[in-house]
């Protein structure tokens, strides 16, 4: 097992009457991705503020690679790189002073400076706009240059808040590529509320919900979880729903939108094969088939009812 | 640390026309009013020679300067100050700052002496017109010392003054109404007090500035600058470490 490089515990926010964040915990080890997932106002960019000691937590405790982030912030804060939901920047800087600046704030040596900032433009393609003022980039851009400026000192976390965000389908893929990159040495905490994304970048997955954790597991099990068992399917001349739900293994048949029906069987009693020969048999058209996937929204409603799964 | 503050406020101040602006309209005001003095110092030269202990230069022509460049400093630094944290919080950069490994202070201090060495280039241009007098006599230094470190010490107060109001909102233009309106009030708060003992006197900007305007290095004086800068610059960094507890 690696490092473990933050550690946070029992985590609470509140504003006044209001707990924006409850209780949570979590840690984070070396190389690892991790995805924050949850609707909008879930409690992610308020959790990441305290991690980023940006907010004070209410209670509870941060640690980074072991140093206190409330007692020794200094300390603690040089070995994080944060992007916060909407990038900082100064608009009348280029890139190369603006990185400069804040590889500077984060007590850089002075030797390492040049080698570091070039490092981060490279990484994060911005080798060419050096020069450019940030406010003359485009939205993707000065995502690029948010992201830069959260790892040009090389911290061994980087804490993204929604990277992503408003970007073009290119754009976001060359960000999901670079922050799969980062991950290779530093460790990575992203928020998002795109389920996608999650599963394909991260290690594993926390999901957040009106301030507490919901789930807590790695990347397969979230997808075990969202497959579920259920099967969608087509039949172009559908038998009687009865004729479906005496097949071996499923369990209940309801009829979906667009002529689909779905299937769901208990666990370890997939019914494909036999439904496949049957519906080849009976010549019922069979002209789809597949393991449905429950939405982000199904996932959500399911882990705030079954409390089991925390 | 602060030192890099400052150097990215300063940078920033001059990234913009606001700071080229002020700069050349200050000096053109201050250059209108040396050229007054001087003028009318001229005409009234020849009587002021049978005068038994005559004003001179300095104090004829440089310490009007200097106290007219206080009101200007007065009416300039809002314009100046109510950009620093205000405009940080309207265009989320201040998240920069409160992720970098930096103290409160050092982010406060940063800020404050950015702004307090663009005010000192101002007093600089001044002090460069009355430096101008050697052409045409010799000038009492002691006198002009004493208004430099007076408009110093003033200008660190408006600084500070206007840095802290900056801190209580997300808006330039209110911090800088609420940094002039309070600067302006403190300068003439003495103006209500007839009573030459009453405490009013005593919070009035004005009154110590003027013992420094007459060449006059009252301590009292210079102490109570200090605190009043320190006290405003003190409310500032529990300003912005409550908002981080608090939020």
């Known amino acids: 097992m690696n490092e473990i490089t933050l550690l946070a515990s029992d985590l609470t926010r509140r504003y006044g009457s209001h707990t924006a964040v409850n209780g949570v915990g979590f840690e984070l080890r070396q190389g690892e991705v991790l995805g924050f997932l949850g609707p909008n106002g879930a409690g992610k960019s308020t959790t990441m503020q305290m991690l980023t000691g940006n907010l004070a937590p209410s209670s509870g405790s941060i640690e980074i690679c072991g140093i206190d982030l409330l007692e020794r912030p200094k300390a603690a804060k040089a070995l994080i790189g944060y992007l916060p939901e909407t990038p900082p920047l100064y608009r009348d800087l280029s890139v190369h002073e603006f990185l400069t600046l804040s590889a500077k704030l984060h007590r850089v040596p002075r030797k390492q400076m040049s080698a570091l900032v070039e490092r981060a433009k490279l990484r994060c393609g911005l080798d060419q706009a050096g020069g450019k003022l940030i406010?003359?980039?485009s939205k993707g851009?000065?995502?690029?240059?948010?992201?830069?400026?959260?790892?040009?000192?090389?911290?061994?976390?980087?804490?993204?808040?929604e990277p992503t965000v408003g970007l073009?389908?290119?754009?976001?893929?060359?960000?999901?590529?670079?922050?799969?990159?980062?991950?290779?040495?530093?460790?990575?905490?992203?928020?998002?509320?795109?389920?996608?994304?999650?599963?394909?970048?991260?290690?594993r997955v926390q999901i957040m919900h009106q301030g507490q954790l919901v789930f807590s597991d790695s990347i397969d099990a979230l997808r075990r979880y969202r497959q579920g068992n259920t099967l969608e399917v087509g039949l172009r001349h559908p038998p009687a729903p009865g004729e479906l739900e005496a097949i071996n293994g499923v369990s209940r048949v309801?009829?979906?939108?667009?002529?689909?029906?779905?299937?769901?069987?208990?666990?370890?009693?997939?019914?494909?094969?036999?439904?496949?020969?049957?519906?080849?048999?009976r010549r019922w058209g069979l002209f789809r088939l597949q393991p449905a996937q429950t939405s982000l929204e199904e996932v959500f409603v399911h882990l705030t009812r079954s409390e089991a799964l925390v | 640390m602060i030192l890099t503050l400052a150097a990215k406020e300063?940078?920033?101040?001059?990234?913009?026309p606001l700071a080229w602006s002020v700069l050349a309209v200050l000096q053109a005001v201050l250059a209108y009013i040396f050229l007054a003095q001087i003028d009318s110092f001229l005409a009234?030269?020849?009587?002021?020679?049978?005068?038994?202990?005559?004003?001179?230069?300095?104090?004829?022509?440089v310490a009007p300067l200097f106290a007219s460049a206080a009101v200007i400093l007065l009416m300039a630094t809002p314009l100046l100050s109510m950009r620093l944290?205000?405009?940080?919080?309207?265009?989320?950069?201040?998240?920069?700052?409160?992720?970098?490994?930096?103290?409160?202070?050092?982010?406060v201090l940063g800020k404050f002496f950015g702004l307090l060495l663009f005010l000192a280039l101002i007093i600089g241009l001044a002090l460069a017109m009355a430096l101008g007098l050697y052409a045409g006599g010799s000038i009492d230094l002691g006198l002009l010392a004493a208004n430099l470190l007076g408009l110093l010490l003033l200008a660190s107060c408006f600084a500070a003054l206007g840095l802290y109001f900056s801190t209580l909102t997300d808006s330039p233009s209110v911090a800088g109404i609420a940094s002039l309106g309070a600067s302006l009030g403190l300068w003439v708060i003495n103006m209500a007090a007839a009573d030459p003992d009453s405490l009013l006197?005593?919070?009035?900007?004005?009154?110590?500035?003027e013992s420094f305007n007459r060449g006059l290095i009252d301590s009292g004086d210079g102490a109570f600058f200090l605190l009043f800068s320190a006290v405003f610059l003190v409310f500032s960094i529990r300003r912005l470490d409550g908002e981080r507890l608090r939020g």
């Not at chain 2, 009234?44 to 022509?61: D, K, M, R, S």
């Not at chain 2, 006197?201 to 500035?209: C, I, Q, T, V």
């Open chain 1, 135 to 137: 406010g003359s980039l």
């Open chain 1, 141 to 161: 851009y000065q995502q690029r240059v948010g992201i830069a400026q959260a790892i040009v000192h090389n911290p061994r976390v980087v804490i993204l808040d």
């Open chain 1, 168 to 203: 073009d389908p290119i754009q976001i893929r060359e960000i999901r590529e670079l922050i799969r990159e980062l991950g290779g040495e530093h460790s990575v905490i992203l928020s998002t509320h795109i389920l996608p994304e999650v599963e394909s970048i991260c290690d």
């Open chain 1, 254 to 281: 309801e009829a979906a939108e667009d002529g689909l029906w779905r299937l769901h069987f208990a666990p370890g009693g997939d019914p494909t094969d036999t439904l496949v020969a049957l519906a080849a048999e």
């Open chain 2, 10 to 16: 300063l940078k920033g101040l001059f990234g913009t």
């Open chain 2, 44 to 61: 009234v030269q020849p009587q002021l020679e049978q005068l038994a202990n005559p004003p001179g230069i300095t104090e004829y022509i």
């Open chain 2, 85 to 107: 944290i205000a405009e940080e919080r309207r265009n989320r950069t201040l998240s920069l700052l409160l992720s970098a490994p930096l103290s409160m202070t050092e982010i």
């Open chain 2, 201 to 209: 006197h005593y919070f009035s900007l004005l009154k110590h500035f």
